[in-house]
Each structure stands twice: as C-alpha cells, then as structure tokens.
C-alpha cells in the first residue's frame, strides 16, 4: 500500500513558476513509477509528465514539453514537478500517482495508487 500526499500548489501569474511536491509513505517508493496527472474544470483527467522507478527515464505530454520537469529522490520518497513558464491553461488540480511498472507510463490504469490532488491556479 502507499499513500502519497501532494503539496505546493497555488496561485501564480502567468510566467512564473512552481515545484508541486509528492510524499509516498512506504519502504518500496523506488520500485514505482511515478507520474503527474492535472484535471481542469470541466475537463477529463489528463497526463502530465512520469517518472520510471529509478528516475532514469521520463515521459511527458507535449503541452509541457520545455516547460515542466520532473525528478525523484528515492532517498525521501518524493517526487517534484517543477513547472516554469506557467500559462493560465496549466490551471488544474494536479495529482501524484505510483505505478508498479518500473517504466514510465502515461496512462491511468496502470497507476494503483492516487494523491488527493492539489490545485495551482494561473492567472493571466
């Protein structure tokens, strides 16, 4: 089982930035994927950026590409997105979740485990 809990998020202007944090509980956070999700008003669910099990490889959705980053630090359990150039779309509540494939996936099934979500609003 793993818990994870998102932090971070807030209001911002466009053009600026923010490091959303995710905090798992549990001794096997290195062996998820992890990955970064965001639901808009209105909108369906959708990928944002993942991370694989030992943070070597990434993969990430082509309306951040440039812009946001993610990493791990298996050593505390946390993984960061860390969204630069920020733009009023980027509004969303933005999710955590672990996937017990080792690899990177931007698909919803295959994450088991869910944050609660923390919102980040841009305004223009």
């Known amino acids: 089982q793993v818990q994870l809990v998102e932090s971070g998020g807030g209001l911002v202007q466009a053009g600026g930035s923010l490091r959303l944090s995710c905090a798992a509980s549990?001794?096997?956070?290195?062996?998820?994927?992890m990955g970064w999700f965001r639901q808009a008003p209105g909108k369906e669910r959708e990928f944002v950026r993942a991370?694989?099990?030992?943070?070597?490889?990434?993969y990430y959705t082509d309306s951040v590409k440039g812009r946001f980053t993610i990493v791990r630090d298996n050593a505390k359990n946390t993984v960061y997105l860390q969204m630069n150039s920020l733009k009023p779309e980027d509004t969303a509540v933005y999710y955590c979740?672990?996937?017990?494939?080792?690899?990177?996936?931007?698909?919803?099934?295959?994450?088991?485990?869910w944050g609660q979500g923390t919102q980040v609003t841009v305004s223009s």
């Open positions: 549990g001794r096997t956070f290195s062996s998820y994927a």
């Open positions: 991370i694989s099990a030992n943070g070597g490889s990434t």
């Open positions: 979740a672990a996937s017990q494939r080792a690899h990177p996936t931007p698909h919803e099934y295959e994450y088991e485990y």
